[in-house]
């Protein structure tokens, strides 16, 4: 392993570390939300699709990262999918889970978490119409696969 790639190892390893300190679980958060494909999608996938073939969660213990983080934080009244969103489209939810199981970065079948941001954001032309809680978490986890 190339010296470079093991540092940047090291430093998402050690910024693992740091989130799950017992410092971060005693900061209050006032709001959590979340981005990402299926390691952070709480039923998501399977709203989306209307198929409960689908699991709410990619995984084989019925609970992702996020849940558990939320948990840890207090937070976890925001352990809600963000998805489908309320038709005719209204603002969403300033707080949730908007990752979707199969999400790209950009693209894809599924809403991206470009698109994801985008949702949270109610983009009017270019313009973000929701400002961030300056005390809320907010998380982003793409790419695993």
Known sequence: MPIRSARR??????????????????????????????????GNARALTNNPLIPLR?????????????????????LVPAFPLPVPPT?????????????????????STQQQIGAWCGFVNTACTRTADPTGLYTLFVGGN
């Open 9 to 42: 190892l090291a430093a998402v390893a050690l910024a693992s570390v740091a989130l799950a300190s017992p410092a971060l679980a005693q900061r209050t958060f006032t709001s959590f939300t979340s981005f990402g494909d299926s390691f952070s999608d709480i």
């Open 58 to 78: 990619f995984t084989n213990l019925n609970e992702v990262w996020v849940d558990v983080l939320a948990t840890r934080i207090g937070r976890s009244v925001d």
């Open 91 to 111: 603002l969403p939810r300033a707080t949730g889970v908007y990752a979707v199981g199969g999400a790209l970065a950009v693209g894809g079948a599924v809403p």
